[in-house]
């Protein structure tokens, strides 16, 4: 095992071992049979992160319990309550089923699509995915597939240092000002306001509370110093901390739209008035396409979202984002193709 499993990790792995066991585990079983906590070089490295793992998935509403010792031992043992942890018989319909989906469509990002892809396999297990007339169940969210981008490339190291109460150090582009700066975090949380992703924590560098778009953070998300270096409020006002900052102005881009392509920016949009004589030209070229404006906050994540679509959409205008995007696709292309294995090797 690497000496560096990463706590989301570790925390699965108890998880499956206290749910597994017959009766219960002492510690010294789960630091010799869990993958993860036979790390810690001394007992008492590994008391501190079993005891800050456990209280954990406590917070998380694992339920947790203690064994006491019987007469063959004098060891305190633990497990988790399956009765407790276990969920009621689902029963979805074809048109739930459909939502769950979508949803389980937003993490495609490799980071998580494992995750999300076993969970829709034992949810569509359970069900009747495709029992609806034509599929009803997934013809309701067709065409609806938001994803993740820079948001997943984020969300795990960020995830990972808030387990493990470690600072986190990113670059930051400033709503407002555009300003990028470095920024030193303790991370306290991720949440979502709006359809907006965002970290929760203590700006070292500003000594107050601060919240961070994470489509925002350029490059990689770094964690830094010692495990335990800081203490997570118990109470997080997550809409006072997002709410607090001036709204970002509400810019609009106009678009030109493939048929039956990009439902999600269709579905944000609004019919755009055509386009006039002086701009017959381009009226001409993009008279197979649907004209459409979006309006948006934020350059960098639009055109994140934007090129994802490839030539299904066209920005014609703000030229701001219409060059982001074309900067985007560039460098999409200019990447090397992955090579494939085939049967039919012609040397």
């Known amino acids: 095992m690497s000496a560096n499993t990463p706590p989301a990790a570790r925390l699965l792995n108890l998880v499956i071992a206290l749910m597994n066991t017959p009766v219960r585990m002492t510690k010294d079983e789960i630091r010799t049979s869990v993958a993860g906590y036979d790390e810690p070089a001394s007992t008492k490295a590994f008391e501190r992160m079993f005891e800050r793992d456990k209280d954990s998935l406590r917070g998380l509403g694992v339920p947790i319990v203690t064994v006491e010792p019987d007469g063959h031992t004098e060891d305190i043992g633990y497990r988790i309550d399956k009765d407790s942890y276990a969920l009621d018989e689902v029963d979805l319909t074809p048109a739930e089923l459909g939502v769950l989906s979508l949803a389980a469509q937003f993490w495609q990002d490799a980071a998580v699509a494992v995750d999300t892809t076993r969970a ?3 949810l569509r297990s359970a069900g009747e995915m495709d029992s609806g007339p034509a599929g009803e169940g997934t013809d309701a969210v067709a065409g609806l597939a938001p994803r993740v981008r820079t948001v997943a490339a984020a969300y795990e190291p960020l995830l990972d240092a808030i387990l493990a109460r470690r600072v986190v150090v990113f670059t930051y582009r400033a709503a407002n000002t555009g300003e990028v700066r470095r920024r030193t975090v303790e991370p306290w949380k991720v949440a979502v306001r709006d359809g907006g992703w965002y970290l929760l924590g203590h700006d070292r560098d500003r000594r107050a509370a601060r919240s961070f778009r994470l489509t925002r953070i350029e490059g990689s998300v770094r964690a830094i110093g010692e495990r335990g270096a800081f203490t ?7 809409d006072q901390l997002v709410g ?9 881009a106009l678009l030109a739209l493939r048929p039956e392509r990009a439902s999600a920016l269709r579905a944000r949009g609004s019919a755009a008035t055509p386009l006039g004589p002086d701009r017959a030209a381009l009226a001409r070229a993009v008279a197979d396409r649907e004209l459409v404006m979006v309006g948006y906050t934020s350059t960098h994540a639009m055109a994140d979202e934007v090129a994802g679509y490839g030539e299904a959409v066209l920005v014609l205008e703000p030229l701001e984002l219409r060059t982001e995007v074309l900067d985007r696709l560039r460098a999409a292309a200019a990447l090397p193709l992955t090579p494939t294995t085939s049967g039919d090797d012609r040397g």
């Open 120 to 122: 829709l396999t034992k």
């Open 232 to 238: 997570i409020p118990a109470e997080i006002d997550v």
């Open 244 to 252: 607090g900052a001036a709204p970002a102005p509400v810019r609009h």
